[in-house]
């Protein structure tokens, strides 16, 4: 059972409901900085370099498929790739705020990345997502002016999560839209990025599924680096449940993924599309 501290709206897509289920495809796209957690430093021209191009080889998937994401980006790799930028809004798809940078984080950056990026598109930055999925004051959020949050993995993760009595799905807190990452109903499996990476393909997609049709909605995240082929650098001295599946496997993957998902109806819709639609239920 939820929470039920936390409101939780009718899903207009849930069971009895004439809407399809939604999908809210995301992506973080910031600096490459995970060599660093291994003692590995890349200069930050390499590092914007290779999300560069793993952003490129999502948005050029996304095209094929007629599909439209969320993409979360720092202030500092937007303005290090304004050219990448400036496609994903061209193809219509929505652009968040992921912090200022992505290794370090004060308060101030808030509102200071919101600032930036919309002085750099000219477009409204309504959603957030704190670097690595940590937690952030949910009052400085609502006081840097966004409408929603998405910075929770509601799962257990050894020494990173460990959310296992917050809502695992959406709710409204100190007046903001808390979104959370998708988790399985029961045993709360994470369905994020690495998941997608290690799991085998048929049963990554089998538990999307049935969480899917259980909430009503799904929410998935990735990142541009995992587009690059990391298994062929052996420098970067990354774990092999981050090199796995990298590069042209996860383009396939998420081909696949979409794929699979559109031949059932599924309906693919932005972080703001999803909360513009409680709004109207409420």
Not at 90 to 114: I, N
Not at 196 to 210: D, K
């Amino acid at each position: 059972m939820e929470n039920n501290r936390y409101p939780h709206a009718q899903m207009s897509g849930g069971k009895g409901q004439a809407s399809p289920q939604r999908i809210l495809l995301s992506f973080d796209i910031e600096e490459f900085d995970v060599p660093r957690e291994h003692g590995v430093e890349l200069p930050m021209e390499e590092q914007a370099r290779i999300s560069v191009a793993g952003t490129e080889a999502i948005l050029d998937i996304l095209k094929e498929h007629q599909v439209k994401a969320t993409f979360f980006s720092t202030a500092n790799f937007a303005q290090l790739a304004p050219a990448v930028i400036t496609r994903l809004l061209d193809e219509g798809h929505e652009l968040a705020s992921h912090g200022y940078y992505h290794w370090t984080f004060e308060t101030a950056d808030l509102k200071r990345s919101k600032d930036t990026l919309e002085a750099q598109t000219g477009v409204t930055i309504r959603g957030y997502r704190q670097a690595r999925m940590m937690p952030v004051a949910e009052q400085e959020v609502q006081r840097a002016g966004y409408t929603y949050n998405s910075s929770l993995n509601p799962t257990f993760i050894p020494g990173r999560y460990m959310h296992l009595s917050t809502p695992r799905t959406y709710f409204m807190k100190e007046g903001i839209l808390q979104i959370p990452a998708s988790v399985t109903p029961i045993l709360r499996f994470p369905l994020f990025w690495l998941s997608c990476h290690n799991l085998p393909f048929g049963l990554y997609r089998w538990l999307c599924r049935r969480t899917l049709r259980h909430d009503g909605y799904l929410v998935v995240y990735f990142h541009p680096w995992e587009f690059y082929p990391l298994g062929d650098h052996p420098e970067l001295k990354l774990p092999f449940i981050v090199r796995n599946n990298s590069g042209e496997g996860m383009k396939e993957r998420l081909s696949k993924w979409i794929s699979a998902f559109k031949e059932e109806g599924t309906t693919f819709v932005t972080f703001t599309e999803f909360t513009d639609s409680l709004n109207s239920l409420s």
